[in-house]
């Protein structure tokens, strides 16, 4: 919206607290509708993790996650390299804007950990994540952020139907990410394509008007179990 939240903490990369509050809603609202899932990127570590975490419990019916950063200081510090820091450039620039404007809060000013020099001093996602990121969301430090909101380690408490799918040339990606067999439950589809970079997934089409594969594949996965009565 462009608007600060009223709280000085935001969201993180493990905060499943506000996927089961709207899922709970929405379950209050549509009772009778099943709940489907798709989250791009950070928010697909969130909803591997919010899938683990629930187990059978969760709300959601079938989930995809995609481009997601399995594991999140293996992802941080290839973010440093390369090409790589493009990315990180332009995304650490929206995180900086977003903190100087709650440091220029007159209420929120003496809850934020650092001040506006020092915010204007973070160039990577480890140096943000540990003096923003890990402070303001009761981490003690990045690694402890990094560690416990990892999506990877959840892969294998999953037991609602969930995909996952990943591309090997992804800059924000390296091998730490691929998960193994063994790392993954049984409701757990996993597709490692060699490529699609972040959230692309183009399978052909002509210049400047590409046929993407991820929507369809998405759709398909999601819908896989309404038979053609429209029977869940």
């Known amino acids: 919206s462009g608007e600060l939240n009223r709280l000085v903490r935001g969201y993180h990369s493990g905060d499943t ?26 928010g697909g570590n ?13 709300l959601l019916e079938r989930a995809v996650a995609v481009s997601a950063p399995l594991h999140l200081a293996a992802c941080a510090k290839r973010l440093e390299k390369g090409f790589s820091k493009v990315y990180q450039s332009y995304l650490i620039k929206q995180l900086q804007e977003k903190m100087l404007g709650k440091v220029a809060t007159p209420a929120l000013q003496p809850l934020m950990p650092i001040g506006k020099a020092e915010i204007e001093q973070l160039t990577t996602f480890y140096a943000f994540d540990d003096k ?34 990943h591309a090997k040339d992804d800059p924000f990606m390296t091998h730490a990410v691929i998960p193994t067999d063994e790392q993954l439950a049984e409701q757990v589809e996993y597709e490692l394509h060699d490529n699609g970079g972040h959230v692309g ?7 400047w008007r590409p046929r993407y594969y991820i929507e369809k594949r998405i759709l398909s996965f999601l819908t896989s179990h309404i038979d053609k009565s429209g029977n869940h």
């Open 201 to 207: 997934f183009i399978e052909g089409g002509s210049p």
């Open 46 to 58: 969130v909803l591997v993790k919010y899938q683990g975490e629930l187990q059978q419990k969760s």
């Open 17 to 42: 607290q506000d996927i089961q509050q709207t899922l709970i809603q929405l379950k209050q609202r549509y009772p009778d509708s099943p709940l489907l899932a798709v989250g791009y990127s950070l």
């Open 132 to 165: 923003i990121t890990a402070p303001l969301h009761g981490f003690n430090d990045v690694d402890d952020y990094y560690h416990r909101a990892s999506g990877m380690p959840y892969l294998s408490q999953i037991q609602k139907p969930t995909l996952v799918i």
